[in-house]
């Protein structure tokens, strides 16, 4: 087996499954986590927020958004799409790495007003569908 293959193998295994633990983890708190604590009351729901989004939580997060992008990046990078920026894939790939820039920042530094956060979810299945676009080779 070629070393090139191993590398993606490797780069692409982890890759998913970071971006496996971001998106499961938006879509399982806004569905779960965040109704079952709102029936706690508001002092133990802010108690709990605070602790999810300060110390290990926090870095596990920042951890999980920016190696998404990151080993995507690199994922296309090793398979050799600068090559070929101007096709279809390269497109698909840049506007995946702008996106993916985009939420990997707004999921670190914060969300903003109200209305821009509830682009967020539905920009993980954008990135979703731009993956399987690229898996086809668009
Ligand atoms: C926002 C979160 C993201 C999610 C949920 C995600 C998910 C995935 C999944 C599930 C695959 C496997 C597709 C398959 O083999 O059928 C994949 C592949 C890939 N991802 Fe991502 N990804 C994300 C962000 C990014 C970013 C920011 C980039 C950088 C541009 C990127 C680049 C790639 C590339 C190049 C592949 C391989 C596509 C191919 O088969 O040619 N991903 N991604």
Known sequence: VPVQTVVLLVVQWLHVIFAIFWFGS???S???????LRRLGPERE???????????????????????????????????????????????????AAVGVTMALWTIVGFGPAWLARLFVPGFFLMFTLMILMRFGY
């Open 26 to 28: 938006a879509l399982y």
């Open 30 to 36: 806004r569905a779960v986590i965040w109704p079952a």
């Open 46 to 96: 802010s108690e709990v927020i605070g602790a999810m989004r300060s110390g290990p939580a926090r870095r596990i997060t920042i951890v999980v958004s920016s190696g998404t992008v990151i080993l995507g990046i690199v994922r296309g990078v090793a398979a050799g799409v600068l090559g070929e920026l101007t096709t279809l894939y390269g497109l698909t790939f840049l506007v995946a």
